[in-house]
């Protein structure tokens, strides 16, 4: 296609040098010039091909009177090129400072100025010389305003001034002048501080970007959800924010399961339930088994009930012997929970699955097994041995007492040991 294009055009060139030269064959034209004494006679057809000729050469004059600077200027840049990419890779290795002395004079060059500081107030910053980086950070506003407020940020949080961070980021958030950087770190400082609302108003934009890969915006997106379920202050509040969330977010344990306490916290244990046991029959989860069994006293023994049904999904699942043995021990069966949570332990040790059965020999009136199963606990979250534990009931003693058996006379009247 370009092959034609370039042939159509010629021809199209060569039609109209044609059409020209016929015309000015019949009439050249006539150019007159004087200047003084001197005149000067021509067609026009030679003065457009002297004007030309002219232009060439003061063209080809002016480019041999700037060949010098351009090379000059040449160098200069491919020194500066020089510097940052030393710089930064002085960053990368962690030779602060050496990084911070290359970029500093890849700062003095116009073209790298701007990113040359950003990374220079990293390197500062890494190198524990707070003032210099602040200094970096101040030269660098005028040329990246929005990318300075992130990285300031981020110092910020850095040193522990997590609310100062929170507040910045968020002025500028509100402002509309907040780049991505800077959005999830909002996201990420409004959840450490508990304000989920404005975590869950900061992810559309960052969502839209698709800067970040599919996974880690999900995760975020999730723990935003989360967040903001737990710290519903009502349950209007709590079912509204659930109904808004979309069906993929509704089907993620973090945000069942925040909802599931949530819900239970407020006395609406059927919906907690509701949500629990969809999700099982769906598909299978641990974490959601363990949470069915820690939503407190209520509707226990339905829970329970629901519970039983659920080995056949999961029949080697520690969580949900581990929650058979909870439910059963708020129903006051001793012995069905002892035997839930010893299946637990023998799936998986684990310091709940101790100290729930330290809560049921508590409530057996058991404080030895108690005390024993207590310290297995803490043993078995810091990963150490643990003791054995003796049964919940003691098997029944056997009588060794010989057996009497009666004896009778021959009219039939019982008669006294050793008599004849």
């Known amino acids: 296609m370009k092959l034609w294009r370039w042939v159509l055009v010629l021809l199209i060139v060569a039609a109209a040098a044609a059409l020209a030269w016929h015309w000015l064959a019949a009439d050249p034209g006539y150019v007159y010039l004087r200047l003084g004494r001197t005149t000067l006679e021509t067609s026009v057809v030679v003065a457009i091909a002297a004007l030309l ?14 060949w010098p600077f351009r090379a000059w200027g040449r160098a200069h840049k491919r020194r500066g090129r020089e510097r940052l990419a030393n ?46 980086a602040t200094q970096a950070l101040d030269e660098a506003e005028a040329g990246a305003a ?14 522990g001034r997590v609310r100062e961070a929170f507040d910045l980021l968020k002025k500028n958030a509100d402002a509309d002048t907040l780049c991505l950087r800077g959005r999830r770190l909002l996201i990420d400082t409004a959840l450490d501080l508990g304000e ?20 880690t915006l999900e995760q975020l997106e999730t723990r935003a959800l989360a967040a903001a379920l737990a710290a519903a202050p009502d349950v209007a509040s709590l079912n509204a924010l659930w109904n808004r969330a979309s069906r993929a977010q509704r089907r993620r344990e973090e945000a069942i399961e925040a909802f599931a306490r949530r819900s ?30 820690e939503l407190g006293d209520g509707e226990a023994a339905a829970r ?11 029949p080697n699942s520690a969580a949900l012997q581990l929650t058979l043995g909870r439910l059963q021990l708020q129903q006051g069966q001793h012995e069905r929970a002892e035997e839930s949570l010893q299946r637990a332990l023998a799936l998986a040790p684990s310091a709940a699955a101790w100290e729930t059965l330290g809560d049921l020999r508590r409530a057996a009136e058991d404080p030895a097994g108690a005390a024993t199963a207590f ?20 098997p029944r003693a056997l009588d060794t007492q010989p057996i009497a058996f009666e004896e009778r006379s021959e009219h039939g009247v019982p008669r006294l040991p050793h008599s004849s």
Not at 150 to 158: H, I
Not at 200 to 207: G, I, T, Y
Not at 304 to 314: I, K, M, S, T, V
Request: aromatic content about 6%.
């Open 53 to 66: 000729l002219a232009w060439l050469v003061a063209g080809l004059a002016w480019r041999l009177l700037r």
């Open 87 to 132: 710089g930064l890779t002085a960053f990368a290795e962690g030779d602060y400072l050496q990084a911070e002395r290359d970029l500093d004079k890849a700062a003095q060059h116009a073209a790298f100025r701007t990113p040359a500081l950003l990374v220079l107030a990293r390197a500062a910053h890494e190198r524990g010389a707070r003032e210099r």
């Open 146 to 159: 929005r990318a300075t407020t992130a990285l300031r940020a981020r110092f910020f949080v850095d040193e």
């Open 196 to 215: 989920s609302q404005v975590a869950l108003d900061a992810l559309p934009a960052l969502l839209r970007s698709q800067s970040l890969t599919a996974s």
């Open 264 to 293: 239970a916290s407020q006395g609406q244990m059927l919906a907690a339930m509701d949500e629990i046991e969809s999700a099982q029959r769906r598909q299978w989860s641990d974490r959601l088994a363990t949470v069915y069994g």
């Open 304 to 314: 329970l009930r629901q519970a039983e049904g659920w080995p056949a999904l999961a």
């Open 375 to 394: 310290a297995n606990a803490l043993h078995c979250a810091r990963g150490q041995a643990t003791q054995a534990l003796a049964p919940l009931r003691a």
